[in-house]
């Protein structure tokens, strides 16, 4: 019986993900229109693909999915090559719980409109249901791939693997900070430095390191959680300005040639550190966490592991994630997004989980589709 619950609820979040993106691009174009009203405009045109479309959007997003599929199967009679009423189609099937139905809908999407993210996102997911693991994983990865589109060929390659990708994110670093997505491709504002940072002594930890101000609550709450179980915890990096970033990563290209330093280090602008919410932490009587095999293993790395989340901090850049994470595996670098993020990336994971998508699917993944970066310089 929990079992089924869970599944259920596991479904429920899904379709509820894919139908507030759905939402969202239909509400801009279809303006606030009723259902009355869509109904009277396909009566007076019953041979009009996208009002039939717009139906199927209105009664989608009110939960109808058996008037929902109809309206949008009027659709695809019509005009075939309708991606978005397949796209709903998709997420309508997928609703009712008929994932081979749903497949054939998002394949026929991946196929009209190859560079829409949601479209193999949709696929990945179903095909997830289906238990087709490995066909799941490799949608995926193409659905992030083309969340992160780069001009093509050797560029985006290039991009893909660290080298040139350089989009300015939209979003505000000061307000924005818990969902701002930073990788290989998407990157601070140049220059951008964080108005509100503080001594991380505020959080009781040892003086001369910075964090921003709305962290250091979280942060003396993590100390003092380790502390109260016998952890003691302390930080080995916490802000760095673009331009020390900068020395950062020259210091591993030096080291490592330009395409390994990429896998282990940010370049400047597109570390979370320069954001001022992200800590690498060591244990108190430790060396640098990078220095051991694997800091996780250690009684600190356990308990940061095990609790690091539900006190607002996501382990950026979990193990066996590099492909979708874009770093290798750091168990000390926690990231700090709030409760209240943190709790509804959890969410989300167990249900990818649950899902058979992936074992690891790190809070780069979940930003893609909850908050997707938009470009600053976009026309
Ligand atoms: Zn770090």
């Excluded at 009664?59 to 929902?68: M, P, R, S």
């Excluded at 066996?320 to 926690?334: Q, R």
């Amino acid at each position: 019986m929990k079992t089924t619950q869970r599944r259920r609820g596991a479904r429920r979040w899904l379709l509820g993900l894919m139908v507030a993106a759905l939402a969202a691009l239909v509400w801009g174009a279809a303006g606030a229109q009723t259902l009355d009203e869509l109904r009277a405009a396909v009566a007076e045109r019953p041979n009009d693909a996208e009002a039939w479309t717009d139906l199927g959007n209105l009664l989608l997003a009110a939960d109808d999915l058996e008037g929902a599929k109809e309206a949008y199967l009027e659709a695809i009679a019509i005009d075939y090559l309708i991606g978005d009423a397949h796209y709903g189609l998709g997420l309508a099937e997928f609703g009712r719980g008929d994932y081979a139905a749903a497949l054939f809908a998002f394949n026929e999407v991946a196929r009209l409109y190859p560079e829409r993210f949601d479209g193999h996102f949709n696929r990945a997911v179903t095909l997830a249901r289906l238990r087709r693991p490995a066909e799941a994983a490799g949608a995926f990865e193409r659905a992030l791939e083309e969340a992160a589109p780069e001009a093509d060929g050797a560029d985006r390659l290039a991009a893909w693997t660290g080298l040139g990708g350089q989009r300015v994110l939209a979003g505000d670093p000061n307000t924005d900070a818990a969902t701002l997505l930073l990788d290989l491709e998407w990157r601070l504002p140049p220059g951008y430095a964080p108005s509100d940072l503080v001594d991380v002594a505020a959080a009781g930890f040892a003086a001369g390191l910075l964090v921003r101000g709305p962290v250091v609550e979280d942060l003396r709450a993590l100390r003092t959680a380790a502390e109260a179980e016998g952890v003691r915890l302390a930080i080995q990096s916490a802000y760095r300005s673009e331009a020390y970033q900068a020395q950062v990563h020259e210091g591993w290209r030096a080291a490592l040639g330009p395409e390994r330093a990429a896998e282990v280090s940010a370049r400047p602008g597109h570390s979370e550190h320069q954001l001022g919410t992200a800590v690498d932490l060591r244990s108190a009587d430790g060396p640098p966490a990078w220095d051991l095999d694997d800091w996780a293993t250690t009684a600190e790395g356990a308990w940061v592991a095990a609790h690091a989340e539900r006190l607002g901090f996501v382990v950026a850049y979990p193990r066996g994630a590099k492909s979708l994470a874009c770093y290798d595996y750091e168990p000390w670098h926690l990231r700090w997004v709030g409760r209240d993020v943190a709790a509804a990336f959890g969410a989300a994971r167990t249900a990818w989980l649950a899902a058979g998508l992936a074992e690891a699917v790190p809070f780069r993944a979940w930003l893609h589709l909850q908050h997707p970066p938009t470009d600053r310089n976009a026309p």
